[in-house]
């Protein structure tokens, strides 16, 4: 295949692919993503750990005190105050106890983690094989632009051709004019062929995150296109449930929302709170007194209007995932299929399309060469440049279809990008 137009060296299909994850905002966007649930999964580890918090305050104050009718003493104000209260203080407080609430938010994180990470490879393996399609599409129009610059010095070899015998009185003007005609497609053609070209160059741009118009020149993958590999349905497909990580986060999704069903469970059990408190407490700017606490709270919630609601939340959304993950599995099933289906096909149209090229070949060379002595017409002649410009195109598309359709089987299996 031709190589495009463009400066700096050529770049392969993997370096495109490379050269997309580096620079592609939709990977980089995922990637971000994976960050952001980490930090999600870290945080809800946070039950773990104690609270410690310090404080510093300041306030004045004046209450009354409601004194019993017997301590009612004439001489003592019920008043207090106005008066300051200065204080400085360490609190620490920790969960010994919480009925699996904290181990389920951790395992809730995890898993949320777990789903990101996957959904970047998920990702990852869009945008590879986004390349790869722009690619074998460049490298199609690059093809299809060489078939039309072959077909236009064809034309004009015999625009020539037809003029010569014109000229000896062996053909009459009406065989120059339809050359001439043929050699006007054949230049509007390869017009159109470089259009094409410059659309799908800037395809390939887009795909690896750049700008359209920026030059461009592609390394075709060596040697033709090779019968695909034999191999059984179900063993691809057991593969792709393996590797595909749209269905890895798809039974992330379904941990995290069992971890969700265990939380709101958690609430109908006991929790069990240590805290501790030491500072100072005065009137002084400068407090003096000793001022602690240490203890332990055991709650039983005895009653909540919105627990039930929600653990009864929390399983169907348990049942949902579950549901989507299986609609996942068969969608995957039928991905695989249709791309094993579209690989035998493309591969029998490329065997197809060379047969087709071959006899179009020799059958131009015979018409050029019966109409060169007289024994052909002019109409053989064109009729056999169409068949033979139009079987190098189909050829050019067989090839480029087949190496999409080995791609795309390769997305379908989940090993694109690996």
Not at 203 to 215: F, H, I, K, T, V
Not at 301 to 326: I, V
Request: net charge neutral; charged share 25%; with cysteine.
């Amino acid at each position: 295949m031709a190589s495009g137009a463009g400066s700096g060296s050529p770049m392969t299909l993997q370096e495109c692919v490379r050269s997309a994850l580096e620079e592609n905002p939709q990977y980089r966007a995922a990637l971000e993503g994976t960050v952001s649930a980490s930090e999600t999964a870290d945080a809800a580890r946070a039950p773990y750990y104690p609270e410690v918090s310090f404080q510093m305050a300041y306030q004045r104050f004046q209450t009354h005190i409601f004194l019993p009718n017997s301590l009612d003493i004439p001489l003592i104000s019920p008043i207090v105050g106005p008066v300051d209260s200065n204080g400085i203080s360490v609190s620490a407080a920790y969960t010994l106890f919480d009925s699996g609430a904290r181990k389920a938010a951790a395992q809730q994180g995890i898993m949320g983690r777990e789903a990101a990470l996957e959904g970047a490879a998920q990702s990852r393996e869009e945008v590879a094989f986004g390349v790869h399609r722009a690619f074998f599409a460049l490298l199609a129009a690059q093809e299809a632009r060489g078939v039309a610059e072959l077909s236009l010095k064809r034309s004009e070899e015999h625009l020539k051709l037809a003029q010569a015998r014109k000229e000896a009185g062996a053909v009459p003007l009406a065989d120059v004019l339809r050359a001439r005609v043929e050699a006007g497609n054949a230049r509007l053609a390869l017009v159109q062929a470089e259009g094409n070209l410059a659309v799908a160059r800037g395809n390939l741009n887009a795909a690896m995150g750049r700008s359209p118009d920026e030059p461009l020149q592609l390394e075709p993958p060596g040697g033709e296109a090779r019968a695909p590999e034999p191999s059984s349905a179900e063993a691809d497909f057991q593969r792709a449930a393996g590797l595909r990580p749209e269905l890895k986060a798809a039974s992330d999704l379904v941990e995290a929302r069992r971890a969700a069903v265990a939380s709101a469970r958690s609430a109908y059990g006991p929790r069990l709170l240590a805290m501790a408190k030491y500072g100072r407490l005065d009137s002084d700017y400068f407090p003096q007194d000793e001022d602690w606490a240490v203890g332990v709270t055991f709650q039983v919630p005895l009653f909540s209007y919105a627990r039930s609601h929600t653990l009864a939340r929390a399983r169907s959304e348990l049942a949902r995932e579950e549901l989507n993950r299986k609609k996942l599995e068969i969608s995957v099933r039928q991905e695989v299929w249709n791309a094993r289906s579209e690989v035998e096909r493309a591969w029998s149209s490329i065997a197809a399309a060379r047969t087709l090229a071959a006899d179009a070949a020799e059958s131009l060379r015979m018409a050029r060469e019966r109409y060169a002595a007289g024994a052909g017409t002019v109409t053989d002649l064109l009729d056999a440049e169409t068949n033979r410009a139009s079987s190098d195109l189909a050829l050019v598309s067989a090839d480029c279809a087949y190496r999409m359709a080995l791609s795309a089987l390769k997305k379908a299996m989940g090993e694109l990008a690996r």
